[in-house]
Structures are given as C-alpha cells and as structure tokens.
C-alpha cells in the first residue's frame, strides 16, 4: 500500500512526548498504553519514558514499522502485533487489557472518499455509521475522516471500562466524534481540544489538534469542551459544547448572544452558480469583454452585470473590472426568449453549448440551455450586505449599483437584499457590532472548508440585532426606522437588442 493509502505520516516523538505530558498533567497514571496504529512507535516510546510501570501494546499493519517499533521499546513492557485495525476485534482486545487504559496514538488522516478515489481497500466496513438520511447519505455528508471511524469504534468498544483517549487528528474530526458520542448517549466525558502546529510537525495545512477525552461513568449532560491554543498552554481560549444536536464553538459566547437567536428577515441569499466561469465570466480588456478562453465576446449589455467574489468582498466590497452574464432572471426560466430579445447572447452560448452541457452538477439536469442557479428578484436588489463564505473573518460590506445596475456575488459570498442604501447601511453597521461578531464566534469553526455558511447567518434574528445596537443610533447615524421585509425588486426590463457590433463601455 501507498503511503497516502496509509495516512501514513510518522509523528515526530518529540509531539508524542509533548502530548502525553497534557494527559500527564490531567491523571490518573495508566495501567497499559495501547497505540491502535503505532507505525514506529512514536507514542509508544514516549508512554516508556513517561509511564515507567505502564504495559505497552501496540497494532501496525506494517510488518517494518512493526519491528522498528520492538526495537525502540523495553521487550519485558511491550508487545506490537502485525494487525490490519479494521479485522481487530477491539470489543475483545480492549476487554483483556488492565484499567485504566490510556488509548494514545496518531490515527491516519485521510478521508474514505479520498481512498475510494484511488481504488484503495484499506478502508472500514461500508455502513451509515453516521445515521444519515437517504439524501445527505448520497451527498458530501456521507464522507468522512478514516480517523473519525477508528475513533468512534474505540470509543464503541470502551463503554464500561475507565480509559482516556488522547489521539492527534484534524479538528473538524474532534468536533464530529464529540457530536456522534453525545447523540449515542456514550459514556464520553470532556478533557479538551489541545491545537498543534501540523505545518509543523506533518507538512500538513490542516487545523489540528490533540483530542483528549475520558471514558466511564455515567454519560455527561451539558459538557463543555475547553479548546487551548497550544500544548503547554494554561488556560482555555474557549469551551466547545453540543447544543441541540450540534456542535457550538463558544458555549459562553452562545449563551451571552441567546437573545438574538432566531431566523434573519430578509433572508440570507447565496449568489450565482453558473460552474462554467471560462464562458459566464468576462473581463474588461481595455475596451473589449474576454472571456476565460480568450475569446473577444459582445453580448447585450442587458445581460451582462458586474461580478464580485468572495476576495473582493473580503477586500471590502470593490469590483474589479469583471462581468458575469445572467441568462435568466428566475430559477428555470425558459432561456429560448434569449433568441429573439437577445440574439447576441444566443449565440454566444450556443457556440458554447456542449461546454455548459457538460457541467457536472445534478442540479443542471431537466434545466433550460444556459441555466444558473442561485438567481431570482433578490439577484437584483440595487442594494446589499455581503459576506465570504470562504474567508477566515466575520467581514460584512454593503455592495451598491454599478453603472445604475445591480451588482452580481458568486456562489461562495451570501447576502441581504435591500431596496435602499440606508437600509443597508444600517443592517451593516449592525452586523459589524461587537454583539454581532461575539454571537457569529459562538457558532463559527475557522477550520471548516467554507466557515461561513447560510444556515449560520440565518440563525441571527437581523430586527433582534437592530433592537440591541438601536442605543447606538446617533453615534453611527442609525435611521429611526429601518424596513426588514424583503424588498420586491423587479428585474431589469429585457431591452430590444443593440445593433451588431455595438459594445457598451463599463
């Protein structure tokens, strides 16, 4: 197998030693310290150092790494068996072993789409462990992390016995195996989130820490989770709970921002979703509109809208000199009109229909030629407030008119639609709040692919936030009167084409 099959990337046993002082400093001493995937044994070295009387034992598919790690451990102590971990029978290896037990180790990180990808076999039996619905189980949802599989499975099979896991892996995983334990009523209780440099230590640009928790007793209620910015860090920077089913970020920053828990009015929108950027995207070229393909386009100025992204709203809201071309003005709208009210752009895309016929998105199938998503009356609000999905801060900007137009977001930014500038303004000022920002850290993992989601803003109630930060009116100009309803916006009036060869400058 490959190292990538594997996750194959050995802990440096400095980070092993500095991992089992954390589970040191918390008690009680292990009578046996197990390392389900040892590779060289790094954990297993340092728990001979640091628990002198502990039992060693240790499970590696590798027959090399297998000794390398005998040759490294007190024989007398130690025992590493050749295993493959998901034929171990762990229910009946973890029932032999003394209490109480300390699992430690560095479970491979890898996720089974990835492994699926390259035709791996080294993968756990293929079930919902999750309990997914027959929709999420078909959809992203039902990949996960190899390492979140082991983790819940050792944790399955602890029930009953006193233990404590303390295992490196990706945050979002920790998050996950928190999640599943609580909603299977486990007997796992809080030791904490310990966040490690993976740069660092793996080459690995991925949010990670050392997961510790404690098995035995009776299942917790109302647990918090203290999430520590280093190993030898003294104090919490915050404690993550499960609340509702879900994991929260700052269960003390949820509680002081209950208040404005709700549903947001207006609603949150996501911006266009075209998934052909070379023939939907054009870029100002002097006085000429290209195309990601080169090719010099004129379309009906009608149709086409300036564009911003995510990088121009985290800048603070400034187009670049971008366009995108918007066929539709609904969802499913019949695109054929376009040969008669905009000649121009039906060729144009019909030049370049199998391209967009070739988009891969489910969503695009029974769809008219040239659908987009992501579009309707609000796409064409002149005014609104706009966030990154895919940027790491909480940085909301008003995005007005261009050329008496609307402007266009991607589908990785979100909005408010307004009808008018002070309203948006207001909504704005409101978000950018320090109330505002503190209920956004309750609620927000940065290590998540796209942090910022629609659900999340959806869950803020806008008419609470603009009754809390109402007292700072006069200071930041807050009209007496703001109008939450979602303005009805009508899109622009479809115009009698230009004569050919026309451009319009934008």
């Known amino acids: 197998m490959t190292k990538k099959e594997l996750g194959d990337w050995q802990t440096p046993v400095e980070l092993a030693r500095a991992a089992l002082g954390v589970v040191a400093r918390r008690g009680p001493t292990p009578a046996v310290v197990l ?41 007398k102590r130690a025992r590493v068996t050749v295993a493959d971990f998901f034929r171990v029978d762990w229910d009946r290896a973890l029932a032999d072993l003394p209490e109480p037990i300390l699992i430690a180790g560095n479970p491979p990180w890898v996720t089974n789409a990835a492994l699926g990808g390259i035709g791996s076999t080294n993968l756990p039996e293929k079930r919902n462990f ?55 009523r486990w007997s796992v209780r809080p030791g904490g989130l310990w966040r490690i440099d993976a740069m660092r230590h793996f080459r690995a640009a991925v949010d990670a820490v050392l997961f510790v928790c404690d098995v035995g007793g009776d299942a917790p209620t109302d647990a918090r989770w203290p999430r520590y910015a280093a190993l030898d860090a003294e104090l919490p920077t915050a404690s993550m709970a499960v609340v509702g089913g879900a994991v929260v970020a700052d269960a003390d ?54 564009l911003m992204k995510s990088s121009d709203v985290a800048r603070g809201g400034t187009p670049r000199a971008r366009a995108v071309i918007v066929p539709q003005t609904a969802l499913g709208e019949d695109t054929s009109r376009l040969r008669q009210t905009a000649p121009r752009a039906w060729h144009y895309l019909s030049t370049h229909r199998e391209r967009l016929r070739a988009r891969k998105s489910a969503v695009y199938r029974g769809q008219p030629d040239f659908a987009i998503f992501g579009v309707g009356p609000y796409s064409f609000a002149p005014w609104k407030v706009a966030v990154s999905g895919l940027y790491k801060r909480c940085a909301f900007s008003v995005v007005g008119p261009r050329r008496d137009k609307p402007v266009m977001l991607d589908d990785t930014c979100y909005f408010l639609p307004f009808a008018s500038e002070e309203e948006a ?17 309750a609620r927000i993992f940065w290590d998540a692919k796209r942090p910022i989601n629609k659900a999340l803003l959806q869950k803020l109630d806008l008419a609470a936030l603009l009754t809390a930060t109402a007292g700072r009116k006069k200071e930041k100009k807050f009209p007496d009167r703001v109008d939450l309803a979602e303005p009805r916006v009508s899109p622009p009036r479809q115009g009698s084409p230009k004569r050919p060869g026309e451009r319009t400058r934008r």
Request: proline share 3%; charged share 30%; aromatic share 8%.
């Open 425 to 441: 303004r207001s909504a704005c000022e409101a978000l950018r709040s320090p109330i505002a920002q503190d209920f956004f850290a």
């Open 130 to 184: 999750k309990g997914l619905t027959g929709y999420e189980a078909l959809t992203g949802k039902s990949n996960f992390d190899v390492s979140e599989w082991m983790l819940l499975r050792l944790l399955e099979a602890l029930q009953g016995r006193r233990a404590t896991v303390a295992v490196l892996c990706k945050t979002a995983v920790a998050r996950r195996v928190v999640e599943l334990a609580t909603a299977k």
């Open 253 to 306: 920053a949820l509680e002081r921002t209950a208040h404005l828990a709700g549903s947001s009015d207006p609603e949150w929108r996501s911006g266009l979703k075209h998934d052909c950027a070379r023939v939907m995207e054009l870029e100002l070229q002097g006085r000429r509109w290209v195309n990601g393909l080169g090719e010099e386009v004129a379309v009906e100025d009608h149709l086409l809208f300036a």
């Open 35 to 75: 390392e389900p995937t040892c590779g060289e044994g790094s954990f297993l070295v340092a728990a001979a150092e640091r628990f002198r009387r502990a039992a060693l034992v240790g499970y590696e598919l590798n027959e090399r790494y297998a000794a390398t790690a005998r040759d490294r451990l007190p024989p």
